[in-house]
C-alpha cells in the first residue's frame, strides 16, 4: 500500500477528531461506500468531569459503550477494554467478510499505542490493500508513526477535506467507479 492510502487526522482538544469523523463516516456511508470501523460520540455523565465514551461500530451499529465508571475520585484512564474489544473484535469480522472501501478508526489510543486494541485490524487493513483513516491525539502520535513505519498523509480536521480524500482514494484503488 502507498502512503496515501493511509491517512490520518488529528487534533490536541480532547475529543476534537470525534464530530468530523462521526460526520465523515456518515456522509461517505449516504454517497454508498461500504464504510467500518468505528467512531465516537461521547455524552454527558453526571458530574462535571464524567464523560461516557461510546462508539459506533460502522456502518450502522451497534454502539458500544467503551468507558467504565470509576467513581467520583477517580483521575485514571476510564476506558473499559472489554467494551473496546468488543467493537474490535465487530469490527474486525466486517473487514474480513466485505465488502470494505475504507476503514476508519475513531481513535489510535494508548490501547494501541501499546500494542493491543485496533492496531492489529489496521494492520490487516494495510494488509488487504484497504485504505484506512486514523483519528491520532498529541498523546499516541509518535507511537502510531512508529507502527506503520511509512509515512502518513495528515489531512486537516475538515470534514470536506477528509470526504474528498476518501472518496478520492477509493475511487483510485478501484473498489468504485
Known amino acids: 500500500m502507498t502512503g496515501d492510502a493511509l491517512a490520518c487526522v488529528a487534533s490536541d482538544a480532547r475529543g476534537g477528531v470525534n464530530p468530523v469523523l462521526w460526520q465523515v463516516a456518515h ?3 449516504n454517497d454508498g461506500l461500504h464504510i ?3 467512531v465516537q460520540r461521547d455524552s454527558q455523565g453526571k458530574g462535571a468531569r464524567q464523560c ?3 462508539v459506533l461500530v460502522l456502518p450502522h451499529g451497534p454502539e458500544t459503550r467503551i468507558s467504565q465508571s470509576l467513581g467520583a475520585g477517580a483521575r485514571g484512564c476510564r476506558l473499559d477494554p ?3 474489544e468488543d467493537a474490535v473484535s465487530l469490527t ?4 474480513e467478510t466485505g465488502p470494505v472501501d475504507l476503514l476508519i478508526v475513531n481513535k489510535f489510543g494508548k490501547h494501541e499505542a ?3 486494541g485496533f492496531r492489529w485490524v489496521i494492520a490487516r487493513a494495510i494488509e488487504l490493500e484497504i ?3 486514523v483519528g491520532l491525539n498529541r498523546l499516541n502520535r509518535q507511537e502510531f508513526h512508529e507502527f506503520v513505519g511509512v509515512k502518513v498523509l495528515q489531512l486537516p480536521l475538515d470534514e470536506r477535506a477528509i470526504a474528498n480524500w476518501s472518496m478520492s482514494i477509493v475511487r483510485s484503488t478501484s473498489w468504485i467507479t
Not at 92 to 95: D, F, N, P, S
Request: glycine share 18%; proline share 5%.
Open 114 to 116: 501499546e500494542g493491543r
Open 36 to 38: 467500518v470501523g468505528t
Open 131 to 133: 485504505p484506512v483513516l
Open 27 to 29: 456522509r461517505l456511508i
Open 92 to 95: 474486525a469480522q466486517r473487514l
Open 52 to 54: 461516557n465514551m461510546g
Open 82 to 84: 472489554a467494551g473496546l
